[in-house]
């Protein structure tokens, strides 16, 4: 039998980081429908199919809401939480304060605007070119912030990219054991 989930993930952090190229990325060659409303976000839409261990199939439409324009000014933007199943706060290797920002304000204005708790996982991003924190430090902050994984992504490359969006799905619905099988 095939279980049929509907995703709802967003993607947060600082102007520039490589929120929208992360989720081109992933979109990339499938099915995607990429569309701007004038409310100021993208919503970017994938389906994907997995089996269990079990034999069990899930088969996954996966929306990602992609903020737009100065993500942190948007008035908007609690609306694009409401719903949200899980999370990807994104910060950018290249410039330090993307990461003190997530830290000092968006996971707090994402956790204080949703009623249960929900996965987040931390896209340290462009790891393809020099950075300016370590990997040392990125982790500490996410362990001391409780959040759920950290994965070291480059939208240039595709590096982790797929991974990400994968472990994602794994955490919404709780399975660890899932293997991508054709739509
Ligand atoms: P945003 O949606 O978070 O605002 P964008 O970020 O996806 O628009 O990316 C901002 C800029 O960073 C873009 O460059 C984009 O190509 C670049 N970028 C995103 N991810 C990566 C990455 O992993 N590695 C490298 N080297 N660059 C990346 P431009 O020049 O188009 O503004
Ligand atoms: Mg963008």
Known sequence: MTQIFKLK???????????????????????SKDYRPTIGSNL????????????????????????????????????????????????????????????????????????TPIPIILLANKKDLDGEISEEHVREMAERQKIDKVLFTSAKTGYHVNEAFIAMIKSCIGIDSIIPIPL
């Open 9 to 31: 993930l967003c993607i947060i952090g600082e102007h520039a980081c490589g929120k929208t190229s992360l989720i081109k990325n992933f979109v990339e060659g499938a099915y």
């Open 44 to 115: 970017f839409i994938k389906k994907l199919a997995f089996r269990a261990n079990d034999g069990e199939d899930y088969q996954f439409t996966i929306t990602a809401w992609d903020i737009a324009g100065q993500e942190r000014w948007q008035s908007m933007r609690h609306t694009y939480y409401r719903g949200a199943q899980g999370v990807f706060i994104v910060g950018d290797l290249t410039r330090k304060n993307t990461f003190h920002q997530i830290d000092k304000f968006w996971i707090d204005d994402f956790r204080k605007n949703m009623d």
